[in-house]
């Protein structure tokens, strides 16, 4: 999935590190880093698309795979992670008082 694609109701899942996520994230994501996904999958949910994100992919193709393994059928990688998401002008809040980036 491209960035272009998202619409507005999908449910963004950011599965970068703490400091990836307090640099800049997309406003409506949710965090949660990949190696608790395992531990959390229950909050993901199963009745609607779920956009997994990290920085380019490479990170979110694995959640995305673990979960449909594990029956969550409705995920999806974004295709350039946040990188192409900043590079397309989407909006970007940060929690660390900076200008929201991509680490």
Known sequence: MTVGDITDDAYILDVREADEWAAGHAP?????????????????????????????????????????????????????????WEASGRPMTSEDGGAPRVL
């Open 28 to 84: 409506d994501a949710v965090h949660v880093p990949m190696m608790q996904i395992p531990a959390r999958i229950d909050e993901i949910p199963e009745d609607r698309d779920v956009v997994v994100v990290c920085r380019v992919g490479g990170r979110s193709a694995q959640v995305v795979a673990f979960l449909q393994q594990n029956g969550r059928e409705r995920t999806i990688n974004l295709d350039g992670g946040m990188q192409m």
